[in-house]
């Protein structure tokens, strides 16, 4: 499946395989019970994430790994995303803006 990041108006295509979305669920539920705790976004301190906030907090690790060139790491936020919200297949980040300025875009196909 495709992912695909927007950095600004730079685009990152992320091939997740399918395999991944559907077996990693043990590490993504270990994801939400560490987001249960509440998180910090940017200057405010979220008690309980939503759905789309936890997206926006996969989405901004996936920046972090798409800066440090952790592909595998990449590739689990993404599956992270896609397991958590399945017709969201585009983030976009804005590289001067706060986290909860990331937008998740549905796929139109």
């Excluded at 996969?58 to 592909?71: D, M, Y």
């Excluded at 790491?73 to 300025?101: F, H, K, N, S």
Aim: with cysteine; proline share 5%.
């Amino acid at each position: 499946m495709l992912f695909t990041l927007y950095l600004d108006d730079h685009a990152i295509p992320i091939n997740v395989p399918d395999a991944l979305v559907q077996e990693a669920g043990d590490i993504f539920d270990k994801m939400d019970a560490d987001m249960d705790r509440g998180w910090q976004m940017g200057r405010k301190w979220v008690d309980e994430p939503d759905l789309e906030q936890r997206c926006q907090v996969a989405a901004h690790r996936l920046v972090t790994a798409w800066e440090t060139g952790n592909q595998k790491l990449g590739m689990m936020m993404a599956g992270y995303i896609m397991a958590r919200a399945p017709m969201v297949r585009v983030a976009r980040v804005p590289t001067d803006g706060e986290i909860q300025d990331i937008e998740l875009l549905m796929s139109t196909e």
